[in-house]
């Protein structure tokens, strides 16, 4: 029963994301530490909606979007997922290149071999197998906390920060909208989903699901959280950093903890593993939404025979996003980028969501009462910041 929430919440924790949170120690200290507290519940409330919709109806995201609301909010809704698709596959083979580079390893064999590893676990797997595979690649980003609780972090400095949020900074704004957009993306909503229809989750599996998704949520941002506090114990001296331009950089903020090869090897195999469950997750995330729209075979349970598009949409995801980062710098501003996009296609993903939940849900199992408003407001809370912090840095 439990896995896909597991699963959405260790890729959710990707590539952009830890370099979102490293460079927001990094420049801010422990001023947005706070936030990725803040975070667990929000994060938790959107996915339980993904859960209750994949068990109760049965039906992926794009496909409940197509029954309830037309096919053409459907493919709306699907080429704001490819965008996001593209974004988040970009930073995740951006830290694959980074990482091999740390060690030597020229940035086409990293990424070569990233892409055949992935071809070959889904090609070649169900989907009980693709689940294990991610989980265990996932469980990597824990040497994160190891790290954080080894760091010389001061409590003072960590108070201090929790009680000031220079909201009225553009800059400091615009890295809350990253923060938002790294926790919440698009993909998730679609991939959870989905997963929890192709498992055959049934309703009695329900609260074990939401089990599985709280877990997950307190893990990803614990590890969010982990990330912050080791640059800021390292790089932050109470005033802004000069921004980190690449992986290299982020690395060494593990090696006054751990030394510089431990530290190097130790965020190596944080960010590879952060990297790959991600790109798993993502590209199946776009099979499956293309599929629910399009209407073509959308199954893991399925062969590549059985369901050939499905599974030339995953394969061209990965091919495609490692050959344009062959081709690209490694840069953070890059990822950052990424997730301040995310932040700005919440109100579509958001809104969709909550108006499943309300409309296409059995009556028994419709947001309702004082939780529909609990969930209303948090939504739009949560999307009013991640906007007004894109645009807010422009100010």
Do not use: C
């Amino acid at each position: 029963m439990l896995g896909p929430g597991l699963v959405v919440m260790l890729a959710d924790t990707d590539v952009g994301s830890v370099l979102t949170a490293a460079q927001s120690g990094a420049q801010w200290g422990y001023q947005l530490l706070g936030l990725q507290l803040l975070l667990i519940p929000v994060l938790y409330v959107v996915q339980e909606l993904t859960v209750r919709l994949g068990i109760f109806t049965g039906k992926g995201h794009g496909e409940l979007i197509r029954e309830t609301f037309g096919p053409i909010w459907a493919w709306v809704s699907v080429s704001g997922l490819a965008i996001a698709t593209i974004g988040a596959l970009l930073t995740e083979f951006s830290g694959v290149a980074g990482v091999g580079e740390l060690f030597g390893v020229p940035r086409l064999w990293s990424l070569a071999l990233a892409v055949g590893f992935l071809l070959v676990v889904v090609w070649s797997g169900s989907y009980r197998r693709v689940e294990r595979v991610a989980i265990l690649l996932g469980l990597f980003e824990l040497v994160f906390i190891v790290v954080a609780v080894q760091s010389p972090v001061r409590l003072h400095d960590v108070t201090s920060g929790l009680l000031h949020m220079p909201l009225h900074r553009g800059d400091f704004a615009y890295l809350v909208a990253a923060n938002i957009g790294a926790v919440i993306m698009p993909w998730m909503v679609f991939y959870q989903q989905s997963a929890v229809a192709d498992k055959g989750l049934q309703p009695e599996q329900y609260v074990a699901a939401r089990w599985d998704t709280a877990l997950g949520a307190v893990l990803t941002q614990v590890v969010m959280a982990a990330v912050l506090m080791v640059t800021a114990a390292t790089l932050w001296a109470g005033h802004r950093s000069p921004p980190l331009d690449t992986v290299g950089q982020v690395a060494q903020a593990l090696t006054p903890a751990l030394g510089e090869t431990l530290g190097r090897t130790v965020f190596g195999i944080g960010l590879l593993g952060a990297a790959m469950v991600a790109s798993i997750v993502v590209s199946l995330a776009a099979a499956w939404g293309f599929g629910e729209v399009a209407g073509y075979r959308h199954s893991l349970a399925d062969h590549p025979l059985e369901a050939p598009w499905f599974y030339v949409v995953f394969t061209l995801g990965v091919v495609g996003g490692a050959l344009i980062v062959a081709l690209a710098p490694d840069l953070v501003a890059l990822s950052i980028g990424v997730e301040v996009m995310n932040a700005l296609m919440l109100p579509l993903v958001l809104g969709f969501l909550v108006a499943l939940a309300i409309k296409a849900l059995p009556p028994e199992h419709r947001l309702r009462g004082a939780y529909r408003w609990v969930v209303i407001v948090i939504v739009t809370l949560t999307t009013t910041l991640g906007v007004f912090g894109a645009f807010g840095s422009m100010l």
